[in-house]
């Protein structure tokens, strides 16, 4: 059994930081991409960034220059650290990550989702 566990959500202003994490445990050999998806009310949910196994990353354009995406292989974490926050990225934020069985065999898993809200 693998869970994703998610932390550091919040309420905050505009032009303000959060730093979510998303702690991965169970049964683990070794994680392949991961990522951080998001989903407003009324809206479908969406790739917000992600990073492979070795680092390299990948962002949506919204949020290209603000919002930066880490991970620390040795304790099957990655973090998503959100600068210059802006109402429009409020959203629940949801962890996934691929997990490898070997031989080519992943399997993907999602965290419970954390609410982020940006207000003045």
């Known amino acids: 059994q693998v869970q994703l566990v998610e932390s550091g959500g919040g309420s905050v202003q505009p032009g303000g930081s959060l730093r979510l994490s998303c702690a991965a445990s169970?049964?683990?050999?070794?994680?392949?991409?991961m990522g951080w998806y998001r989903q407003a009310p009324g809206k479908e949910r969406e790739l917000v960034a992600a990073?492979?196994?070795?680092?390299?990353?990948n962002y949506a354009d919204s949020v290209k220059g603000r919002f930066t995406i880490s991970r620390d292989n040795a304790i099957n974490t990655v973090y998503l650290q959100m600068n210059s926050l802006k109402p429009d990225d409020t959203a629940v934020y949801y962890c996934n990550a691929y997990l490898d069985y070997g031989l080519g065999y992943e399997v993907d898993y999602w965290g419970q989702g954390t609410q982020v809200t940006v207000s003045s």
């Open positions: 990073i492979t196994h070795g680092g390299s990353t």
């Open positions: 169970g049964s683990i050999f070794s994680i392949n991409d």
